[in-house]
């Protein structure tokens, strides 16, 4: 089966431009999260969804920063007005939440450039 | 809240040595524990992992890991590693009740050949 599918795979935009990274979850994952890995750094939490509920945003860092996903499949992150700081390797995972047990799977990132 | 921490950024080690990296988490609870790694140019891959009964957890090209409830730790180790194991290694925690999976900061593993 398919595993998580993150698009572009390389994005290089200029300052001030609105990016959008899309993530297509393993099917039937209940779970989604977005995380940013910059250079030397380790996995730094942005935004977790589940199921139904309000998704958790505490890890995002500015107001620039925004996510949906929509139908509890796709999700699309989206970063307004980039600054040359958002540029990081940005992943996704999924995982299927089973009697509080969960693993997650991640996708290949999206690799970020604002110049 | 919840914390993960891994004390040992970058581990330089030669072929044939032994290894153990590290994890020590902040939740006094019951927890699920996990070992990531990210090899050069490839996304992260689950290494092993830890829900409830052995505390002991073997994974995947030899590792395994230890859950050591009263020292809150979760090591990682293998006794002779080889040059592909060079990676970066990520140790994972999440508590019964917490909304998300929390990583800590990785570990560097370089292994001379």
């Known amino acids: 089966g398919a595993g998580v599918s993150q698009s572009p795979s390389n994005k290089v935009t200029e300052k001030g431009k609105d990016v959008e990274l899309r993530c297509d979850p393993i099917?039937?994952?209940?779970?989604l999260y977005w995380y940013r890995q910059s250079l030397g750094q380790g996995l730094e939490f942005l935004i977790y969804?589940?199921?139904?509920?309000?998704?958790?945003k505490s890890g995002l860092p500015s107001d620039r920063f925004s996510a949906e996903r929509t139908g509890g499949s796709v999700s699309t992150l989206t970063i307004q007005r980039t600054q040359q700081e958002d540029s990081a390797v940005y992943l996704c995972?999924?995982?299927?939440?089973?009697?509080?047990?969960?693993?997650?799977?991640f996708g290949p990132g999206t690799r970020l450039l604002v110049l | 809240a919840q914390s993960v921490s891994q004390h040992n950024h970058h581990v330089i080690l030669s072929e044939a040595a032994s290894l153990e990296l590290g994890c020590n988490y902040s939740?006094?609870?019951?927890?699920?524990l996990f070992w990531y790694v990210q090899y050069p140019g490839q996304h992260l891959q689950l290494l092993l992992k830890?829900?409830?009964?052995?505390?002991l957890v073997k994974g995947i090209k030899g590792f395994e890991a230890e859950f050591i409830k009263s020292k809150f730790s979760f090591n990682l180790r293998k006794p002779s590693v080889q040059w592909s194991d060079t990676a970066e290694y990520f140790c994972?925690?999440?508590?019964?009740?917490?909304?998300?999976?929390?990583f800590g900061s990785g570990t560097r593993l370089s292994i001379r050949p």
């Open positions: 995972a999924s995982s299927l939440v089973l009697a509080a047990q969960e693993t997650q799977y």
């Open positions: 099917s039937g994952h209940t779970a």
């Open positions: 969804f589940q199921g139904n509920s309000a998704p958790d």
């Open positions: 939740y006094g609870g019951t927890v699920n």
């Open positions: 994972a925690v999440k508590d019964s009740s917490a909304s998300k999976i929390i």
């Open positions: 830890y829900f409830s009964g052995d505390p």
